[in-house]
């Protein structure tokens, strides 16, 4: 009995705060907008009874995601989002993994430390930090004036609203999601697994590809998840260090719902992103599941 | 037809495989190598013995590559290896933890080293087969290494170090992690794969009996200083000091002082005011009066009810404790002055029919040649 209570608690978390909202959002993309609070029709309506319920769910349509398909602002902007959160995901694991693999191979009095730097700038509020990121990147900021007075270059780059300005932002705040899970799957590794590969006829880097590399796979592809879901719904930043040219599904998504007042067609906007992200983690994790099965 | 003795560290011609040269290492202020020198033979099963901390792991880290020597020189096969990566040196290494990769199979595990020399698919495939079949693993061949036992992973690390037809194969406490009949099991299965294989093994060990067990010659080591290299019975029987001697087996040390025993051969020992001086003969030369020491393995030491008749040494005393080990006892007699000595018998009766028992007066007599005489 305690057993199935205590297996019931993720559950119920899951039920109430994911199931049920995304019913809710589900229900308004299928429904069309109205004049009215909410704005949206039908609503349900449970003093009618059976029949009030059966009128609601007959108009209930697929109109919205119809639409989506039609307009090729949504389909471009999901495609540019994508890449934008792949590359920025590859980018961070180039920058996260070094920084992990100093981590684990530093003194063990130092490691505690290090970790506390990792985590240090959620101190400070996101938005203070992406602003910030404005001051540096603009076209007077303290980059192009650094590298002015080094003599490096006469004019000023132009970074901040580009895309190098997002990716720059979303490498730099989802860093810590990246080093932490591989920090920890190298922590882990014992040391005397690359003195084996080195005995065993390995130059030090053939030693990191064939060994460190894959030992430390599952906290790469968890890194890799945990910057990638967010990067690809990512709001802030793009609008903020982001250019007009800069296209992403989470502007598309705001601009539906609080300037169109179009809660429909941004619920179906929610709807997609969601799918395109749940569909290859479940193939994913499936895959997984029969190499494992295979193994015994 | 007699056999000849292995014994290349006899013969002057013979060429050592490994020549420590006045090696001395440093970690810090800490000395775990001080000034030594040793060669190791071709086909030699050469055991490091001694207490952590001692230098033995040092000594094979250094001969693995992974550690340089602070001062001297190593060689192996007559090559300075000053400055030769681990990966270049004809030495493969079995490590403590096995060291075993968990994303490879058992074959993937033993084929990672011949992989690394780019042989040849078949000839590669033949190779693991055949190290398969030497350690008995042909049924665990697919299986990751944490779906078999921990013997089983034993013989997967030595497989993978075999792999390779090393010149010089070490093993790092190899069978520590496994429980003692396994242990003992294991100990003449790795004789007998160095047999068959002829590679030289090193082995570092802080179990005495294992290294007395499988090695050709023991190495007894301490604070960085070899104390004595010699065949197995040779350390047991002829220990070159008190701490050889303490450090192998059980033993009683008495101290003394020596003077030419009458007789004319060997020493007479004072070792208690009041007691029968011991006679003892040696091939060491003592000053009269010189201070020394006995060595008395406890079972080179009869006891008995009934005064012996003949032994050049007999001393009365009272048995304190016995420890009944199963196949022999070994019993705790105070002498007069209080002295404690060991002594230990076979049980070749039946516990019936012994007579010995606590509090009982009984006799210890050993001969004249039982104890070694040490200086210390």
């Known amino acids: 009995m305690r057993r199935a209570l205590l297996i019931a608690v993720p559950y119920l978390w899951l039920l109430a705060l994911f199931l049920v909202p995304f019913l809710i959002v589900l229900k308004i993309s299928l429904s069309d907008t109205a004049l009215a609070i909410p704005p949206y029709l039908p609503t349900l309506d449970f003093s009618e009874g059976w029949a009030g319920i059966w009128g609601f769910l007959q108009q209930l349509d697929f109109e919205n995601f119809t639409f989506l398909t039609q307009d090729e602002l949504y389909w471009r902007a999901y495609l540019s989002s994508v890449q934008i959160a792949l590359i920025s995901t590859l980018l961070t694991l180039l920058v996260g993994y070094p920084i992990a693999y100093g981590m684990a191979s530093a003194p063990e009095h130092w490691r505690a430390t290090l970790m506390m730097l990792v985590i240090l700038p959620f101190w400070t509020s996101f938005l203070i930090r992406v602003y910030s990121w404005m001051g540096i990147l603009s076209n007077e900021g303290l980059l192009n004036q650094l590298l002015q007075g080094l003599g490096l270059i006469d004019q000023p780059l132009t970074i901040l609203n580009t895309n190098t300005a997002v990716y720059i932002g979303i490498v730099y705040t989802y860093l810590p999601f990246m080093i932490l899970p591989i920090y920890a799957a190298l922590e882990k590794m014992d040391d005397a697994l690359l003195e084996a590969a080195e005995d065993l006829g390995c130059s030090r880097l053939t030693a990191f590809w064939l060994v460190t590399v894959p030992l430390s796979r599952q906290g790469i592809i968890a890194g890799c998840f945990l910057v990638f879901i967010p990067a690809l719904g990512e709001f802030v930043i793009p609008s903020l260090l982001g250019g007009s040219g800069t296209l992403m599904i989470g502007k598309v998504l705001w601009e539906e719902f609080f300037n169109n007042r179009d809660w429909p067609v941004a619920s179906a906007v929610a709807v997609i992103l969601l799918l395109i992200l749940i569909i290859p983690i479940i193939l994913f994790q499936r895959n997984e599941q029969k190499q494992r099965e295979r193994e015994g | ?376």
């Open chain 2, 1 to 376: 037809m007699a056999q000849t003795v292995f014994a290349p560290w006899d013969n002057p011609d013979e060429k050592p495989l490994i020549q420590f040269k006045n090696v001395t290492k440093r970690f810090g202020d800490f000395t775990a190598i001080d000034n030594l020198t040793q060669d190791i033979y071709t086909r030699e099963f050469f055991a490091l013995l001694g207490p952590s901390g001692c230098g033995k792991t040092t000594m094979m880290r250094m001969l693995a590559g992974f550690e340089n020597p602070s001062e001297g020189q190593i060689l192996i096969a007559g090559q300075d290896m000053a400055g030769v990566p681990p990966n270049k040196r004809p030495v493969n290494m079995m490590f403590q933890s096995y060291a075993l990769f968990p994303h490879l199979s058992v074959w993937d595990n033993i084929a990672f080293g011949l992989r690394r020399e780019a042989m040849e698919k078949t000839q590669l495939a033949a190779r693991v087969e055949q190290m398969l079949k030497l350690t008995r693993l042909e049924r665990f061949a697919r299986r990751k290494p944490h779906q078999i036992s921990g013997g089983q992973r034993q013989r997967v690390a030595l497989a993978r170090s075999l792999a390779k037809a090393p010149k010089l194969l070490l093993l790092d406490e190899p069978l520590g992690a496994l429980d003692k009949k396994l242990r003992q099991d294991t100990q003449f299965e790795l004789m007998d794969i160095q047999e068959k294989t002829g590679t030289t093994f090193v082995i570092v060990t802080h179990d005495q009996e294992e290294a007395m067990t499988v090695a050709s010659r023991v190495a007894v080591m301490d604070e960085g200083r070899i104390m004595q290299v010699a065949t197995p019975a040779v350390i047991y029987e002829q220990p070159n000091s008190v701490y050889v001697a303490d450090f192998i087996g059980d033993v009683n040390i008495i101290e003394g002082a020596a003077t030419p025993h009458p007789a004319g051969d060997g020493y007479a020992i004072d070792w208690a005011e009041g007691q029968p001086q011991f006679h003892a003969k040696t091939n060491r030369a003592f000053a009269p009066g010189q201070k020394c020491f006995l060595a008395l393995r406890p079972e080179k030491v009869a006891i008995s009810a009934e005064p012996p008749d003949e032994a050049a040494n007999r001393i009365q005393g009272k048995i304190i404790d016995i420890a009944y080990l199963g196949n022999i006892s070994t019993y705790h007699v105070r002498l007069p002055n209080g002295t404690m000595m060991k002594a230990q018998t076979a049980n070749t009766r039946r516990l019936s029919r012994r007579s010995l028992t606590w509090e009982d007066a009984v006799w210890l007599s050993w001969t004249d040649t039982a104890a070694a005489v040490l200086e210390g």
